[in-house]
């Protein structure tokens, strides 16, 4: 017989084995006043070969030659309590037993209860044939018993065991015997995946993160918990039931709350011991307690920050922008954030800044945290597109100096065309930043480009304009003498005339004060860029 069922092992299995039956009504189990059903079971040899199941009390469990069926009755008047008629299997494992005279509300309308017969210990599950497997492999993703009896109507959350009073918008608020409540921290990480813009007109950034919260809660029990946390995820109508920290992003515009949605992941992590649930439960139960297994929470936001862009040193500069986590008003005495880890794993190099460094921590007033990054400004598309193009133009409405005087009607244009350019870049690179009251460095480049263009242009209308004592000498001596005379006459003229001085320190010295200008301006540059 032992060749054509399920439960061979059971036929070479050592005798006086204990076995116990989980299911059972609590008002029928033995231990309950006026029970009659025993728990805990001896496997023995009958005088048939047949096994039975000698209870410690008043039952027994036993094969009924006559009718064919498996029994379990009261051993001093041989009662029938319950009966299972399956002839071809044995009664160990989960089946279903017709009970022939009891009022159990766990009854079927044919009067049929499941109950599971097993030898497993009180850290073991027993699947659907009775076969154990730890307990703590239960409802971790996993079939371990054949019919996937140990992943069937798994949950985290024990809804009966928080009950009615518990409220989902305030933590454990525990008061001591002077009245003064302890906060309960939560612990704050972030992941940040990429700052994806930064825009400067409406001082605004924006950034993909994944926000983590940790925390415990003492109300609380859970069921089943695996080891790996992932796989203890609570479900939508979990989330609800239990309080999670309203924290808001107090910097966003519309000052932006954390959400619980399909989008956000709810898990409990397993770091407690397990007690075990009563024998009358028919599938066992590892009960973790809250305050020794923490819940977490975590999901990816896509939000944009308000950020207070410092421009005075543009295009050097470098900015500190933040993500501000705030609790409501209601929950600052009970609730305590705590900065825990921050790791970020975008590009070091952005199109336009530079992540130099980031970090999270505490806000002035220390109830608020603080999640800060450092942003360098990269330089190199500004001294391309902005300081060489314009260094180019000053050179080029320096060099008009140079030119003969006879070519005045073209040293004009050169200077005003250098100015015009200097303007529109000016334009261009003022509507490019917000507006400021404070001059901002590149302004003080910028003026100067703008200015040289204009003072060249004066100085071009001055040397023009002045008069030349040279040439007036030579229309007198023109009529009285000859051209000998004339040029014997003018070597005799020592003096230079003012003309030839304004032009030859205009060509020696300007060049010199812009050379001091842009050497000063460039080492005041790099010692923002590089040491601020």
């Given at each position: 017989e032992c060749d054509k069922t399920k439960n061979c092992y059971y036929c070479s299995m050592k005798k006086n084995v204990r076995f116990s039956l989980k299911g059972i009504c609590r008002s029928d189990a033995i231990n309950s006043q006026g029970g009659d059903l025993d728990e805990d079971f001896t496997l023995k040899q009958g005088e048939d070969e047949k096994p039975y199941w000698r209870g410690f009390y008043k039952t027994e469990i036993s094969w009924n030659t006559a009718e064919e069926f498996w029994q379990i009755t009261q051993i001093g008047t041989k009662k029938i309590v319950a009966l299972y008629n399956d002839?071809?299997?044995?009664?160990?494992?989960?089946?279903?037993?017709?009970?022939?005279?009891?009022?159990?509300a766990q009854l079927t309308k044919d009067k049929k209860l499941s109950l599971m017969l097993s030898k497993c210990s009180k850290d073991e599950f027993p699947c659907s044939e009775g076969n154990c497997i730890p307990l703590t492999k239960k409802c971790d993703f996993a079939r371990e018993c054949s019919d996937g009896y140990d992943e069937i109507h798994c949950k985290t959350l024990d809804e009966e065991f928080i009950g009615e009073k518990y409220d989902s918008t305030l933590p454990n608020i525990v008061a001591d015997d002077n009245g003064h409540y302890t906060a309960k921290t939560v612990n704050i990480s972030a992941?940040?995946?990429?700052?994806?813009?930064?825009?400067?007109?409406?001082?605004?950034?924006?950034?993909?993160?994944?926000?983590?919260?940790?925390?415990?809660?003492?109300?609380?029990?859970?069921?089943?918990?695996s080891e790996n946390k992932y796989f203890n995820i609570l479900k939508e109508d979990e989330t609800k039931k239990i309080f999670i920290p309203p924290i808001n992003f107090e910097n966003t515009n519309s000052h932006e709350r954390i959400q619980v949605d399909d989008k956000a992941t709810v898990v409990v992590e397993r770091r407690g011991n397990y007690t075990t649930s009563s024998k009358h439960i028919l599938k066992p139960v590892a009960y973790y307690k809250g305050e020794e297994n923490p819940i977490y929470y975590q999901r990816k936001y896509h939000l944009n920050f308000n950020c207070e862009f410092h421009l005075a040193f543009y295009p050097f500069d470098t900015q500190h922008c933040y993500i501000v986590l705030t609790k409501p008003r209601k929950l600052k005495k009970f609730v305590n954030l705590i900065p825990d880890m921050i790791e970020y794993f975008g590009p070091v190099k952005m199109t336009a800044f530079i992540m130099r460094d980031y970090g999270i921590g505490y806000s002035a007033s220390g109830s608020d945290i603080v999640i800060q990054f450092t942003l360098k400004r990269r330089v190199e598309q500004h001294l391309l597109t902005t300081f060489l193009p314009s260094l180019c133009i000053l050179i080029c409405a320096q060099a008009t100096l140079y030119f003969k005087r006879e070519h005045f009607k073209t040293k004009v244009p050169v200077a005003i065309t250098g100015m015009l350019v200097m303007y529109t870049l000016n334009q261009s690179v003022s509507n490019s930043l917000p507006p400021t009251a404070y001059i901002k460095l590149i302004d003080i480049w910028l003026l100067f480009g703008l200015m040289l263009p204009f003072f060249i242009l004066l100085l071009i209308a001055i040397i023009e304009h002045l008069p030349d004592d040279r040439l007036k000498n030579f229309n007198a001596y023109k009529k009285v003498s000859s051209a000998k005379s004339i040029n014997q006459e003018l070597t005799k003229e020592t003096k230079m005339p003012i003309a030839d001085r304004v032009e030859y320190m205009s060509r020696l010295h300007l060049p010199i004060l812009e050379l001091i200008f842009v050497f000063a301006y460039a080492l005041c540059a790099v010692t923002i860029h590089f040491m601020v």
């Amino acid at each position: 017989e032992c060749d054509k069922t399920k439960n061979c092992y059971y036929c070479s299995m050592k005798k006086n084995v204990r076995f116990s039956l989980k299911g059972i009504c609590r008002s029928d189990a033995i231990n309950s006043q006026g029970g009659d059903l025993d728990e805990d079971f001896t496997l023995k040899q009958g005088e048939d070969e047949k096994p039975y199941w000698r209870g410690f009390y008043k039952t027994e469990i036993s094969w009924n030659t006559a009718e064919e069926f498996w029994q379990i009755t009261q051993i001093g008047t041989k009662k029938i309590v319950a009966l299972y008629n399956d002839t071809k299997k044995f009664p160990i494992g989960r089946r279903d037993w017709i009970f022939l005279d009891n009022n159990c509300a766990q009854l079927t309308k044919d009067k049929k209860l499941s109950l599971m017969l097993s030898k497993c210990s009180k850290d073991e599950f027993p699947c659907s044939e009775g076969n154990c497997i730890p307990l703590t492999k239960k409802c971790d993703f996993a079939r371990e018993c054949s019919d996937g009896y140990d992943e069937i109507h798994c949950k985290t959350l024990d809804e009966e065991f928080i009950g009615e009073k518990y409220d989902s918008t305030l933590p454990n608020i525990v008061a001591d015997d002077n009245g003064h409540y302890t906060a309960k921290t939560v612990n704050i990480s972030a992941n940040i995946e990429e700052i994806t813009s930064i825009e400067e007109i409406k001082m605004t950034f924006s950034v993909k993160f994944r926000l983590k919260m940790e925390w415990f809660d003492s109300r609380i029990r859970w069921f089943d918990l695996s080891e790996n946390k992932y796989f203890n995820i609570l479900k939508e109508d979990e989330t609800k039931k239990i309080f999670i920290p309203p924290i808001n992003f107090e910097n966003t515009n519309s000052h932006e709350r954390i959400q619980v949605d399909d989008k956000a992941t709810v898990v409990v992590e397993r770091r407690g011991n397990y007690t075990t649930s009563s024998k009358h439960i028919l599938k066992p139960v590892a009960y973790y307690k809250g305050e020794e297994n923490p819940i977490y929470y975590q999901r990816k936001y896509h939000l944009n920050f308000n950020c207070e862009f410092h421009l005075a040193f543009y295009p050097f500069d470098t900015q500190h922008c933040y993500i501000v986590l705030t609790k409501p008003r209601k929950l600052k005495k009970f609730v305590n954030l705590i900065p825990d880890m921050i790791e970020y794993f975008g590009p070091v190099k952005m199109t336009a800044f530079i992540m130099r460094d980031y970090g999270i921590g505490y806000s002035a007033s220390g109830s608020d945290i603080v999640i800060q990054f450092t942003l360098k400004r990269r330089v190199e598309q500004h001294l391309l597109t902005t300081f060489l193009p314009s260094l180019c133009i000053l050179i080029c409405a320096q060099a008009t100096l140079y030119f003969k005087r006879e070519h005045f009607k073209t040293k004009v244009p050169v200077a005003i065309t250098g100015m015009l350019v200097m303007y529109t870049l000016n334009q261009s690179v003022s509507n490019s930043l917000p507006p400021t009251a404070y001059i901002k460095l590149i302004d003080i480049w910028l003026l100067f480009g703008l200015m040289l263009p204009f003072f060249i242009l004066l100085l071009i209308a001055i040397i023009e304009h002045l008069p030349d004592d040279r040439l007036k000498n030579f229309n007198a001596y023109k009529k009285v003498s000859s051209a000998k005379s004339i040029n014997q006459e003018l070597t005799k003229e020592t003096k230079m005339p003012i003309a030839d001085r304004v032009e030859y320190m205009s060509r020696l010295h300007l060049p010199i004060l812009e050379l001091i200008f842009v050497f000063a301006y460039a080492l005041c540059a790099v010692t923002i860029h590089f040491m601020v």
